[in-house]
């Protein structure tokens, strides 16, 4: 089951902003995924190497579904969703 826990704003290099639904769910192999809409998707054990963040996440690099610029999520919202995720 799909399970929406937040929401986080998404942030361009031209100060567009995008609002997005943060997502959990277990793929087909039962790895958690955290999803910040498709394609920008990641295993969770993959991203927990990283915490506590220090740099902000680029979910979209060419920005092809974000007005051509790339697209983050700032380091501090991800330590903050990953401070929950790992209670």
Known sequence: MNISINKVIAFD??????????????????????????????????????YPFKKNLCIDITGRN????????HKNDLNEIFNELIK
């Open 13 to 50: 290099e031209n100060g567009n902003k995008y609002e997005k639904d943060i997502k959990l769910y277990k793929d087909s192999t039962g790895k958690n995924v955290i999803s910040f809409g498709w394609p920008c998707e990641y295993y969770i054990e993959s991203l927990k190497r990283h």
């Open 66 to 73: 974000h007005k051509n610029s790339s697209v983050y999520i």
